[in-house]
């Protein structure tokens, strides 16, 4: 499972429709995102993992930017991105790396982390799949995000199949490091679902993740899997969540009879008073 095999670059998917093609354009607007969210961001340390959505940014950008936001004062600190998220359109079976060298988006190429891969080869729910990464848009949109939060930093991308909790959780586990490595867990929230519902039935998932909550629906989240699979290893860890953002696309830039929920986590190894 080690991309240093091959030169292959996994080449955006959804430039152009899920954000930005051009890079100028998708700079000046994730300027723009995280320049509104960071007068909302508290001074405080970074948390080492967070919770993110997952849609085009003109539906989802605000939320996200609200949680990438925070990262500010560990741009020159994390130097890897462990990003999980959820399979739209290839269906798998475990958890898949994309086989590649690096991920591209207009912003530039960001490499896969060889070690890190090469740390997964003996988790057996672990695979290739490049069919699977090819086209899928949960995990490609955090990593323009990212470019621009982080200084030079490698990648651990794995899309989320049918697999347990705890599946991801030994995933986690085998890719914790120290205060080098962000955990990023990709996911939306309730989906189509009249604007009050959405948020009545995202403010209870909002709550079930707040309290690490076991399980989760795939019709609370999309991300359901990844979502369990990072609150089993907080729980174990004693990180604290926190909630940043809770809104839907009533809110961004949808109608209200049919809308797509979005919330953005925030979970802390230590207490915010660093107690």
């Not at 997964?120 to 490609?140: F, G, I, M, T």
Request: aromatic share 6%.
């Amino acid at each position: 499972m080690n991309p240093s095999q091959s030169a292959s670059v996994r080449a955006s998917a959804v430039a152009g429709l899920f954000y930005p093609g051009d890079a100028r354009e998708l700079a000046g607007n994730l300027a723009q995102l995280l320049g509104a969210a960071a007068h909302e961001a508290p001074e405080r340390d970074a948390p080492k993992a967070i919770i993110a959505p997952h849609a085009g940014y003109i539906y989802s950008g605000p939320i996200a930017a609200s949680v990438y936001a925070l990262l500010a004062p560990a741009r020159s600190r994390i130097t890897r991105v462990v990003l999980l998220g959820p399979t739209h359109r290839v269906a798998i079976k475990g958890l898949a790396l994309p086989g590649c060298a690096a991920f591209a988006t207009p912003l530039g190429k960001v490499e896969i982390d060889a070690a890190a891969v090469g740390a997964l080869d003996k988790l057996p729910q672990v695979s290739v799949n490049a069919r699977a990464h090819a086209p899928e848009h949960s995990l490609e949109v955090h990593v323009p995000f990212l470019q621009v939060v982080l200084g030079k930093f490698t990648l651990v991308p794995l899309a989320v199949g049918q697999a347990s909790a705890q599946e991801v959780a030994e995933v986690l586990d085998a890719l914790w490091g120290g205060a080098e490595t962000l955990i990023v867990v990709s996911s939306d929230l309730s989906h189509y679902l009249p604007y009050a519902d959405a948020q009545a039935v995202d403010r209870g998932t909002a709550q079930a993740i707040l309290a690490l909550a076991p399980e989760l629906s795939h019709e609370q989240a999309c991300g359901a899997t990844p979502v369990t699979g990072l609150t089993h290893v907080a729980r174990r860890r004693g990180l604290k969540p926190e909630l940043i953002d809770l809104r839907n696309s009533g809110d961004t830039a949808g109608d209200r009879n049919r809308v797509v929920g979005y919330g953005a986590f925030a979970f802390y190894e230590e207490a915010r008073d660093g107690r």
